[in-house]
């Protein structure tokens, strides 16, 4: 794999977020992700982000207790479990398809109060014998799963592992979003579509549309939403 195809940063263009459009689609997902994260510096990829305001907008709202069990889905190396742990959340599992970037996080960030686990979540073993959570945050996940039944298995593990009362965080390319990333064809969701995936045991407490800058200086639309497990 070129390394355009790695990184968001490189040869975006105006619908793909990393790769042309002619590009066959990539079948072996786990070695293109460690791919992505073995070729590139943290701070090139498409998705790194410094600010991570978005996101603590929605964590602030949910008054998660600093103990509480926090998962971050398809965490890669993300400086959101930095800032975790600098907020002095103590319960906090990564979990990724990569190995690679779970391995890169480990190196950065104090692993005490960090669990990290290599697993699929279109085809979860590990995940599937996790405690149920209080938080499932996933920042540009759910929009790799194009086909149903990868859909249904993220949102049927979703609904048995968040505790009643618990919160989930889905923030993905929106309806104006771009229809590719790092390659791979992404499905794009509002708050509407986030709700009907998850039922009406989950409420929708705050929704709102953000613009993120890439490495780059490329501009990728998203939609942030939080809900909590009311029944
Ligand atoms: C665009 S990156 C986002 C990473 C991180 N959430 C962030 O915001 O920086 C997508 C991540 O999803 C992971 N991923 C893709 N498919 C996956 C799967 N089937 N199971 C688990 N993780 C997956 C990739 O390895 C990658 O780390």
């Known amino acids: 794999m070129e390394s355009s195809h790695s990184s968001c940063s490189i040869n975006a263009d105006k619908s793909s977020c990393c790769s042309s459009e002619s590009k066959p689609e990539i079948k ?3 070695s293109h992700w460690n791919k992505a994260y073995s070729n590139n510096p943290e701070n090139k990829l498409g998705w790194f982000e410094t600010d991570l305001s978005p996101m603590f907008q929605l964590i602030s709202k949910s008054t998660l207790q600093k103990n509480a069990s926090i998962i971050n889905i398809g965490a890669g190396s993300t400086t959101l479990v930095d800032e975790l742990i600098s907020q002095d ?4 599992i990564a979990t990724d398809i990569s190995d690679v ?3 890169n996080l480990s190196n950065r960030v104090n692993t005490t109060h960090l669990k990290t686990i290599v697993d699929d979540l279109t085809n979860p073993s590990e995940l599937s014998k996790i405690e149920k959570v209080d938080a499932w945050i996933d920042r540009a996940v759910l929009h790799f799963f194009t086909e149903e039944k990868d859909q249904e298995t993220y949102f049927n593990l979703l609904k048995e592992k ?3 009362n618990g919160f989930v965080i889905l923030a993905q390319f929106n309806l104006q979003g771009a229809t590719k990333c790092s390659g791979l064809t992404v499905k794009r969701y509002n ?4 709700q009907e995936k998850l039922g009406t045991d989950f409420k929708l407490i705050e929704s709102f549309d953000y613009t993120y800058s ?4 490329d501009e990728r639309e998203y939609v942030y939403s ?3 497990k009311t029944t």
Do not use: R, Y
């Open 214 to 217: 890439m490495p780059s200086g």
């Open 162 to 164: 968040v505790n009643l």
């Open 191 to 194: 708050a509407e579509m986030f």
């Open 101 to 103: 970037a779970l391995q």
């Open 28 to 30: 072996d997902l786990k």
């Open 226 to 228: 939080l809900f909590q």
């Open 89 to 92: 959340f103590t319960n906090i």
